[in-house]
């Protein structure tokens, strides 16, 4: 074979690679879509996901067309609102655990759409999820909340018996005896995601049960409120919640989706997206806590030391001796958990906790 003929072979395959390359990446803006639980301005859950979108969009500008719906009920109006934004965008995220079979369903009607499932665990070729582990956050306010208590009560507003609620609550509960043996977890399940006047019902039963401290796996702003209204302290969820109990608030968890939301997306435009499983913590940099406010120098100083201590993973919130509610083992001394299935199924309170687990 002559060397020009050798020449022509060579270029021709790297032309075809450049193609095959280019053909997978996306020239025209990304379409991106978002389904919201809640409203944009629950200051909580859906707040900060927006939040996220905006990242997005100032970070990419035009390379980037976003879409969102909000206050999407789970079930099949979801389904419906997923399928008619399928039809129409190159990525969809979906930000609720209920979503999680309707976006399966949708995701094998348009297999050439890549779909993105926040707190679920079904995966598929164009299905990723994606997650943080909240509890670790819980952790650290459980101390505060464990010294802060005058009542030894501590009242907690959770939305719907799932793993990742569950978790929260064993997580809190679990630190806030490790610095105070006499405090007493009182759950209330509001089974909403978001609707402040069922939250604000909760809180209310709370201190009516002598709670002083209330935590929430719920999103509005209303349990703050309430606390502020009662002279009581409260925790704040997914944002900052400060402004909403200037008084009351003794610090908010606050998650962080605008970088994980922005790698996503520019790999569909480059043509790498491929279907994941994220857990992201405070590590990665996907959950912070806001300032501390409200509590005294030592306390904000250890909430302070243990947050560091997860962040650089000296902390895990499941390190045993740690028995389930019933008694039984669960972890021996100074052993922790396996991600799967222990922390990312968990299904059973912790002992010590008094309430009844829900079905």
């Known amino acids: 074979m002559s060397n020009r003929r050798l020449s022509s072979i060579l ?5 075809s ?6 053909s997978n990446v996306f020239a025209d803006p990304v379409k991106a879509a978002f389904v919201y639980i809640g409203p944009v301005g629950d200051m909580g859950w859906t707040y900060q996901h927006h939040d996220g979108v905006q990242y997005v969009k100032a970070n990419m500008g035009d390379d980037v067309e976003i879409t969102y ?34 976006t399966i369903k949708v995701a094998e009607r ?5 779909f993105e499932h926040a707190t679920g665990y079904m995966r598929a070729d164009n299905v990723s999820v994606y997650s943080a582990r909240f509890y670790e956050n819980r952790h650290v306010i459980g101390k505060i909340a464990g010294r802060m208590t005058k009542t030894n009560i501590v009242g907690y507003v ?29 759950i209330v399940w509001a089974y909403t995601w978001f609707d402040p006047g069922k939250e604000a019902d909760a809180a209310n039963a709370l201190i009516a049960q002598g709670a002083d401290i209330l935590m929430q796996h719920t999103d509005s702003t209303a349990i703050m409120a309430i606390a502020e209204e009662n002279g009581i302290h409260a925790f704040g969820q997914a944002s900052d919640m400060s402004a909403f109990g200037p008084n009351a608030h003794l610090a908010s968890i606050i998650d962080i989706w605008g970088p994980y939301y922005l790698k996503r997306i520019q790999a569909v435009k480059d043509g790498t997206w491929e279907s ?14 806001s300032s501390m406010s409200n509590m005294p120098k030592d306390i904000q100083g250890q909430a302070e030391r243990t947050f560091k201590g997860i962040v650089n993973g000296i902390i895990n919130p499941f390190t045993g001796p740690i028995n389930k509610q019933d008694g039984s083992p669960w972890l021996a001394e100074g ?10 199924t968990m299904d059973f309170y912790v002992e010590g906790i008094d309430s009844q687990y829900p079905n």
């Open 158 to 186: 959770a939305s719907f018996p799932i793993p990742e609620v569950i978790r929260g609550i064993n997580a809190a509960f679990l630190a806030a005896r490790s610095v105070n043996p006499d405090v007493e977890f009182k």
């Open 69 to 102: 719906v909000e206050s999407v009920p789970e079930g099949s109006d979801a389904e419906r609102v997923i399928s008619k934004l399928a039809r129409k965008n190159d990525i969809i995220f979906t930000t609720s655990f209920g979503y999680m079979n309707p």
């Open 110 to 114: 348009f297999p050439d759409v890549k």
């Open 11 to 15: 270029k021709l395959s790297l032309l």
């Open 335 to 344: 052993e922790t958990p396996p991600m799967f299935p222990d922390v990312l």
């Open 17 to 22: 690679a450049i193609m095959a390359f280019t």
């Open 276 to 289: 994941t499983d994220t857990f992201g913590g405070a590590e990665e940099g996907m959950l912070v806590l």
